[in-house]
């Protein structure tokens, strides 16, 4: 065993038996390099990743690639979801050089971790042009005793233009409707009208994109924003990149048509999209919208809960198909044949036309991925199918709980939890809350990014950790009327204040005491989830919004300038800002809700206001001048009944008593 064994990311500890002899990210691995005047080869990959998993296979697992490894490197592995600050950073420099990037992500580095030669997967031989990862070993050992004035010069050179870019789009305020109505625009160009979604293959869901067309139609009553995301959410929920027996989404489709998934399931595609189809049926009463909502959060619960109370990270692509082989997609993916074993063979014809199942098939091998592209759900059918597939061998799980995507889990779950009367996953959002506090927040509210097994891992929080965890202590407070949580997001967040902002309402991905690697990483756009510039800028508008602090409103205004910046020509990777930027321009609405505990009006005027399609607004409730929240101070019951006060732009208006009039002062 390598010294990853005694790692908290499942990743790592899948290469702890590799006779490669691998270090985790650390100082000493690079003074291993410096003494033997090695180079540094780094992998960095994640544990749903079909091609790390191919290339570990092919290569750290085969005896002499691995020993040459050892004899001319210092072989360094990361968990990109570990430490996505090491991963930001020599992306940024693969990408640079090679113009595209991906996971496995393979660089090596001089001993003062400047990089010079890039590469993503290398096949165990050479094919359709790419050199052998052998070859590529040997032509970098070479290099290195040949050539080292040339490395060291293209080393210094990488690592000197990354130091020399910066992105100073902060400040300038936050965007308005100038910029939000040409953001829309560019989005109507780059829509798929036949297919939903955005661009071709692959095709991910624009999870961000389609909160901020839901908030843009609440607050300007643009019908085009809400056919987009309503079709969109549509095509999704039938295609393919929906697990239709079991519920939940996977990462994105290899095809426009949302039929062929890349089956891993991770926890941020979930929890983000569940928030989305809430939204969705919010504003129309779709019922497909609230099924999906629903199944998604129960997906979540049943499959990636952990002993603990929090969420694990992720669903592998890969399980065994049964045969002793490992195959991406073997546990979803079905033939005829297997629908008519398990059904009978009328049962079995039903299945295969409610779920766009074809005799040649979707997939592989004439296999296919079940669709829905009908109306029509048959319970019995679905629930057949699906005690027939956990007989298969089930798809690995990345166990580790991630700070960042547990807190869009708890903003998920509580929302949905109160929209569709489900106290159960509320009860499980606050105890994955309860997780973070007290196994990844130290007494002084520092955030841990990780913990597995009740164990928390050593690797600081981000901003994302930050951003996230308070939005979903935001979401909860809301929720509970506990407003605990709100001050544990104010402490979140002052943190974010101290050690994440620069000047002119920048923000940096680590804080000001972090690591310190050869370029700070800072992208405050969005990818597959918020970037934790937006995030942050989201949280500190809602906490402004709760407590009036100016401080927290100004510094969410300041880190809105980036979004103005990019906004009109790249609203696709800003979707979570413009977002945040909806919820600025309205306000966002400050609802205070005060009666008397387990008063029925109280309960039906808070349901009311979290029901709400203001963009970002925040609610609180509790006792008539009561202490669990600011916005109920000085807020009296109304001739002796339960009332609702509804503030917007440092303005309130008159208490309301009826969830009638409440929904009218919540209009645009």
Partial sequence: MNRLGGMTSPYLLQHA???????????????????RDVPVLL?????????????????????PTAAYLNEHFVAVKVDREERPDVDAVYMEAVQAATGQGGWPMTVFLTADAEPFYFGTYFPPEPRHGMASFRQVLEGVSTAWKGRREEVAEVAQRITRDLAERSFAHGGGGAPGEEQLAQALLTLTRDYDERRGGFGGAPKFPPSMVLEFLLRHHARTGAEGALEMAADTCEAMARGGIYDQLGGGFARYAVDREWVVPHFEKMLYDNALLC?????????????????????????????????????????DADSDDGEGRTAEGAFYAWTPAQLRGVLGDQDGQRAIELYGVTEGGTFEEGASVLQLPGEEVDPQIRSRLLAAREERPRPERDDKVVAAWNGLAIAALAEVGAYFDRPDLIERATEAADLLVRLHMDPHARLSRTSRDGRVGTNAGVLEDYADVAEGFLALAGVTGEGVWLEFAGFLLDIVLDQFMGENGTLYDTAHDAERLIRRPQDPTDNATPSGWTAAAGALLSYAAHTGSTAHR????????????????????????LAVAEAHLDGPREVAVVGPAGDPLARELHRTAVLSRAPGAVVAWGEPDGDEFPLLKDRPLVKEAAAAYVCRGFVCRMPVTTSEDLERELLP
């Fill in 17 to 35: 038996d590799n006779p490669v002899d691998w270090w985790p990210w650390a100082p000493e691995a690079f003074e291993e390099a410096r003494q």
């Fill in 43 to 63: 992998s960095v990959g994640y544990s749903a990743c079909h091609w790390c998993h191919v290339m570990a296979h092919e290569s750290f697992e085969d005896e």
């Fill in 275 to 315: 928030r989305v189809y809430a939204h969705l049926w919010r504003a129309t009463g779709s019922e497909l919208a609230r099924r999906v909502a629903l199944e998604t959060a129960d997906f979540m619960v049943r499959e990636l809960r952990t002993a603990e109370g929090g969420f694990a990270s992720a669903l």
């Fill in 554 to 577: 100004t510094a969410a205004e300041e880190a809105l300038g980036v979004v103005k910046a990019l906004a009109p020509k790249a609203p696709r990777f800003i979707g979570w800002g």
